[in-house]
């Protein structure tokens, strides 16, 4: 009998609404658990999930059956529920309308894990706008900068 066999992976980034920077370290490591079981659930691998103040970061390993997009509104919608429920932010918390994903081959899973690791060390050197900014031309996506994410920085 044959058989299917991927090794897809996936670097999923998506910010707070209005890139608040509600995300507090105090309770953001139990929210990150909570992503990468809402991954795991999905019958998809989380090879990490972190991020700072006002955007995440998920690595993932893709099952081909899963849709990304679907996968990203689950990971999205329950964590949101999540937070609000739990009562973490005063008011009620959103993440922004869409995200990126980027696509790794598996010689870059260490890279990509440890950059991912490092997020707090990373901004203190450049700000995420940057940083995505820098994954879009990496990745030579086109893009139209309103529909990018809303920056508290200055566009450059």
Request: charged residues 30%; neutral net charge.
């Amino acid at each position: 009998m044959a058989g299917s066999y991927s090794q897809v992976y996936i670097h999923v980034v998506f910010a707070v609404k209005y890139r608040e920077n509600l995300l507090s370290k105090n309770w953001r490591d139990e929210v990150f658990k909570y992503m990468a079981g809402i991954i795991k659930e999905k019958g998809c691998k989380s090879i990490i999930v972190n991020g700072v103040e006002d955007h995440v970061h998920c690595f993932i390993g893709l099952k081909p059956a899963c849709s990304i997009a679907d996968l990203v509104r689950d990971i999205k919608n329950n964590s949101s529920r999540f937070i609000n429920e739990k009562k973490l932010v005063k008011g009620k918390f959103q993440w922004q309308e869409g995200y990126g994903v980027f696509s790794y081959a598996n010689s870059q899973v260490t890279s990509v894990f440890n950059y991912i690791l490092n997020q707090e060390e990373h901004h203190g050197k450049s700000s995420f706008r940057e940083e995505y900014l820098n994954l879009l031309k990496d990745f030579e996506i086109d893009y139209k900068d309103e529909f990018l994410f809303d920056w508290h920085e200055k566009p450059e």
